[in-house]
């Protein structure tokens, strides 16, 4: 019987399946949702994730890094992947995301581009818009809002979406983040009107997230589970609750 118990556990050690998949840092808020409702349909598979700037993460892979999938912050990054042979699917638009200005402190943010402006605002956090698909976002807002030149100086970079959270939180005295960035359970205290408030979408090119299957995956039943569950019904109602656009 002991004998018997042994085999039925090394036997399901061997059929788990570990999967490496590389995340933008936006999406990181919603990752232990999505992996947690994977996991009701895929018991026996294991997702490994990599957070990090989109630029970043693509570097990685062209440089050998073992993902299997890639969720990127925008559309671009996954092209290149998949004009260099190196993603084996088209990319694909999995949710559209938003900008938002955020501060600790409370700010009249009915003009928020006169506020960016303002001496009393030395520092903004943003992400590093040579990486970082939100942070080139940031930029084109600025500069289609003729402020850019006036505020440049005032700038702090951060690696990625993420990390200008933190950025905001502890060293700016207002920060452009993702929307999403808002639905995390530490971010909830803070209030639109008070501490936030959307960026206008006109000033920026949609922000479409994509993502592709990579070299990696190639013949895994398990890579393809989860990207084809990135795209479905249940993963969308997921982006929609971390302020998401989803069509």
Request: no cysteine.
């Amino acid at each position: 019987m002991k004998f018997s118990f042994l085999i039925l556990i090394f036997s399901t050690i061997l059929s788990a399946q570990i999967i490496n998949i590389a995340v933008a840092a936006n999406v990181s808020y919603a990752m232990d949702e999505l992996k947690k409702e994977f996991k009701k349909e895929y018991p026996d598979i294991k997702v490994r994730v990599t957070i990090g700037g989109s630029g970043k993460l693509t570097t990685q892979i062209k440089n050998g890094a073992p993902y299997g999938v890639f969720m990127s912050a925008n559309v671009r990054y996954p092209q290149a992947l998949y004009e260099d042979k190196i993603a084996i699917t088209k990319p694909r638009v999995y949710v559209q995301g938003a900008l938002v200005y955020l501060s600790v402190k409370k700010h009249d943010l009915s003009n928020p581009l006169k506020l960016l402006k303002d001496k009393k605002i030395k520092k903004i956090a943003i992400a590093n818009p040579k990486t970082a698909p939100y942070g080139r976002a940031s930029v084109e807002a600025f500069k289609n809002a003729k402020i850019y030149t006036d505020i440049k100086s005032k700038f702090i970079y951060a690696e990625s979406i993420s990390q200008s959270v933190m950025y905001t939180i502890t060293a700016a005295d207002i920060g452009i983040i993702s929307k999403s960035s808002l639905y995390n359970s530490k971010m909830k205290k803070y209030k639109r009107g008070v501490n936030w408030i959307e960026l206008n979408p006109k000033l920026y090119t949609p922000i479409k997230q994509a993502v592709v299957l990579l070299k990696e995956s190639k013949n895994s039943k398990a890579y393809r589970a989860f990207y084809d569950f990135v795209l479905s019904k249940k993963a969308k109602e997921i982006f929609k609750r971390y302020g998401y656009i989803t069509k």
